[in-house]
């Protein structure tokens, strides 16, 4: 058993005696709005390691609070929106207490039919004006080559069958402790459970990840926009579920779930139990 000692994400202290062993003491629980802060940190500390964050905004440094306004408005709308969103926090428990150490966002509007809302306006302009830290011409072509891969890639084959995991960051103390993948692996026991498809666009760091838990690569996609030499990658990968089963039989069996009286993984229209094993009390009341 490994022992880390962890400093606190927001200040970059280390609490007295905080001490960590891993993976027993992540703990995972559904985000609320009360978590903007928390995520936003994490996230800002997180994604500029990904280098589509620095290919969309090579301005943050110069403007880094047009970046904090955009990206909390955004990660907002994912706490907010949670017949599209649903969001899950690992917190890393120690003498100190329990503190929130990664967070993943994960796509369920092919689940609850929340993809049919109006879109969101795009992220390109602040309260006030355009946002300063992006580059107008990679946000442009970052969607649309996303989207028009999603569409190929993800909704042809999997359609409805399928959760998106939008966003996954652990803040930069407390990566290699298995943060990341124990929400992953929430992710995969709801695939599993329910015969979900998990899709996902990997970063470098990510797709060492996803790997590693059984995600297979599906193709690479380059993003370049028009008249630029640089220009980013990310791979396409799935998680396909073990049994590839009949609709119908899919759906007996999460009616039986359902009647077993596990916690529910996902809110929603299509209530689909997790396995019982992955039982955290709260999460029962926290997710209806
Ligand atoms: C990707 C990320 C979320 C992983 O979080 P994490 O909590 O460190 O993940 P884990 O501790 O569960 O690591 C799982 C495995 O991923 C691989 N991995 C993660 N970070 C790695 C790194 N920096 N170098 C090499 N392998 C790495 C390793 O195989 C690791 O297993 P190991 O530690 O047993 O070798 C984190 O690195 C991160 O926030 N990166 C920046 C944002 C990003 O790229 N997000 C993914 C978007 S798709």
Excluded: C
């Amino acid at each position: 058993m490994i022992a880390t000692v962890l400093a606190h994400p927001h200040t970059g202290a280390l609490p007295h005696s905080f001490v960590v062993e891993e993976p027993q003491s992540i703990i995972l629980r559904h985000g609320t709005l009360s978590d903007l802060e928390t995520i936003l940190h994490i996230g800002l500390t997180a994604m500029p390691m990904d280098p589509q964050w620095n290919y969309r905004f090579p301005h943050r440094r110069a403007f880094p609070q047009d970046q904090r306004d955009a990206t909390r408005r955004r990660y907002r709308e994912f706490l907010e929106d949670e017949r599209r969103y649903s969001v899950w926090i690992a917190e890393a428990l120690g003498a100190g207490g329990l503190i929130p150490v990664a967070f993943a966002v994960w796509d369920i509007s092919n689940l609850t039919g929340g993809a049919s809302r109006a879109p969101k306006a795009p992220t390109l302009k602040t309260t006030q004006s355009v946002r300063r830290d992006a580059e107008p011409k990679r946000m442009q072509a970052w969607k649309q080559i996303l989207q028009e891969a999603k569409a190929q890639y993800f909704q042809s084959e999997y359609g409805s069958r399928q959760i998106q995991l939008q966003i996954l960051a652990t803040h930069p103390k407390y990566q290699r402790l298995g943060a990341g993948s124990r929400l992953v692996n929430e992710g995969i026991q709801f695939a599993e459970a329910s015969s979900k498809a998990i899709s996902v666009f990997a970063s470098p760091m990510g797709r060492r990840l996803y790997s590693k838990l059984g995600f297979k690569t599906i193709t690479s996609i380059t993003v370049q926009a028009g008249g630029e030499t640089e220009s980013v990658s990310v791979e396409a990968m799935v998680y396909e579920p073990e049994y590839r089963i009949h609709e119908q039989v899919k759906n007996e069996q999460a009616r039986d779930r359902s009647r077993s009286g596990a916690p529910i993984w996902l809110s929603g229209t299509e209530a689909v139990r997790a396995p019982s094993h992955a039982a955290f009390p709260e999460w029962q009341s926290a997710m209806l």
